[in-house]
């Protein structure tokens, strides 16, 4: 029996601490749609339009927006399981695009996602030892040691091998089906976890358990995790820095304090507003964000939320907003004229203060 244990357990940490795990410049993709008539000019939808952003070592980025705002297609496109139609991507000081064979192998095995549908993410034929073990086998791990290592994982995210081992995934349920996700993540001994609202089909106390269990494996393996979720609650619980997206683009983007205490967007403070509050003084029944989102497949002119934004002036239909640091905070940015002292709104802020009447939102 080959018990070769071909995959490393430490990574080539390029550059220290300093260096970004994940640095994504002008993502963009594009998505074809059937044009009504032979002489119609072609129809993209714009899921993903001009998204940068930076993912420091061992940090949780959590994205969040409605549906349809490209949170899960620019999670996507990370994991390399799409190709952008341009932008790129850099992990850990090195160009994803320039890798080829065992490179993009080892990219491959780097990066992990937990997917929300923890049932379609098994193979109903195979046992959870063997789907635990399957991926480091065909990394070239002998039988005997991928077993033993997929006994290990199933152990540390809290289910006994010897109960569950030998079981199908129709046997167990939503929250025993995720750890086992996350062990067959674990076993690759990835450096970046994509979690795409892995928690969002579980009960809310199986759901603390699995985000428990999540912080204490990135405490354990250094793991940097890009965290998707409707949940504002739960992204506030496991992020460092949140990125808040709206049709296919960043509004927001800064550490988890500056967005949930000092929310400068108009829609991600619309957002906010609409978490039910824990304090019955607090809560409104008024909505929040009046209207759907804009067809995606025409974005609007200028800022894309100017049809819905209770502060949209005509230079907001005109022009588009770039993405800045708010004042006195690079780490924190917005995309709003709001934000801009030359940008020709009248509430804009002053240089020097900040954004103009925009104080913290609860949380
Ligand atoms: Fe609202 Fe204008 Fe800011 Fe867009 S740029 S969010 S429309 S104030």
């Known amino acids: 029996m080959n018990t070769t244990f071909a995959m490393p357990t430490v990574h080539q940490d390029r550059g220290g601490p300093q260096q970004p795990l994940l640095q994504v410049r002008d993502l963009k993709k594009y998505f074809p749609v059937r044009a009504a008539g032979l002489s119609a000019k072609p129809q993209f939808v714009h899921a993903v339009d001009g998204v940068s952003f930076s993912v420091a070592k061992g940090q949780t980025l959590g994205i969040v927006g409605e549906s349809g705002c490209g949170k899960s297609t620019t999670a996507r496109l990370v994991a390399k399981l799409m190709a952008p139609d341009s932008g790129s991507l850099v992990f850990d000081g090195e160009g994803v695009d320039e890798f080829r064979g065992l490179a993009l192998k080892d990219f491959r095995r780097d990066l992990q996602m937990v997917f929300q549908d923890s049932f379609a ?11 635990i073990a399957f991926g480091p086998q065909v990394h070239g791990m002998g039988a005997g040691a991928a077993e033993q290592l997929a006994r290990e994982l199933l152990a540390r995210v809290g289910m006994e091998p010897a109960q569950f081992g030998g079981r199908y995934p129709h046997a167990l349920s939503g929250g025993q089906r995720q750890r086992v996700n996350i062990a067959r993540a674990l076993a690759f001994d990835p450096r970046l976890l994509i979690l795409d609202e892995a928690v969002a ?3 809310k106390s199986v759901q603390a358990q699995v985000l428990n269990l999540l912080q204490e494996l990135k405490a354990e393996r250094q793991l940097t995790y890009l965290f998707i979720s409707h949940d504002l609650h739960v992204v506030h619980y496991v992020s460092d820095q949140v990125m808040v997206m709206y049709l296919g683009q960043i509004v927001e983007i800064g550490p988890v304090q500056r967005i949930y205490g000092h929310a400068v967007h108009p829609y991600t403070r619309a957002l906010l507003s609409a978490v039910p509050s824990m304090d019955p003084a ?4 008024a909505s929040p ?4 989102p804009p067809n995606p497949i025409n974005p609007p002119a200028g800022c894309r ?5 209770p502060k949209a002036q005509a230079v907001c239909k005109a022009q588009a907003p770039r993405l800045l640091p708010v004042a006195r905070d690079g780490a924190h940015q917005v995309a709003c004229h709001l934000n801009e002292p030359q940008s020709g709104h009248s509430d804009a802020v002053r240089a020097g203060s900040a954004a103009a009447g925009l ?3 609860p949380a």
């Open 359 to 361: 104080q913290g939102v």
């Open 289 to 292: 964000i009046s209207g759907d």
């Open 201 to 203: 089909a579980l009960d």
């Open 305 to 309: 939320f100017h049809d819905r934004c």
């Open 121 to 131: 993410s098994l193979n109903p034929r195979l046992t959870v030892l063997q789907t």
């Open 282 to 285: 607090r809560r409104t029944l």
